[in-house]
């Protein structure tokens, strides 16, 4: 059974870095054909999807994210991470990590629980 986990401050101050670290169980990240995922769901508006980084390790952001979002990952922890830098109070959301054979939001088949993140002073 696969279980992904989501760790970091509840709380980032606007224009730091927002930094989520997603740790998975029961799968390797290096699993072939698996993508994985961050997806945020801000208070009101539709689940956006931010980023994934796949089993080779190659990235795909968001157009809208791009210039602010790094991905990396960490085989030797089976975990990978989200940094948005410059974040705003616009960004505060429930952030999601998920898996799945795309990287997509449809085509994740497990999911985190989220976590919440507030950009406040």
């Known amino acids: 059974q696969v279980q992904l986990q989501e760790s970091g401050p509840g709380l980032v101050k606007p224009s730091d870095t927002l930094s989520l670290n997603c740790t998975v169980s029961g799968k390797p990240i290096t699993a072939s054909a698996h993508y994985w995922s961050w997806i945020r769901q801000a208070p009101g508006k539709e689940r956006e999807w931010i980023g994934a980084?796949?089993?080779?390790?190659?990235?795909y952001w968001s157009p809208a994210l791009k210039s602010r979002t790094t991905i990396p990952r960490h085989t030797n922890k089976n975990q990978y991470t989200l940094q948005l830098r410059l974040a705003t109070p616009e960004e505060t959301a429930v952030y999601y990590c998920?898996?799945?054979?795309?990287?997509?939001?449809?085509?994740?088949?497990?999911w985190g629980k989220g976590t919440l993140v507030t950009v406040s002073s």
């Open positions: 998920a898996g799945g054979r795309g990287a997509t939001v449809e085509k994740m088949d497990c």
């Open positions: 980084v796949s089993y080779t390790g190659l990235v």
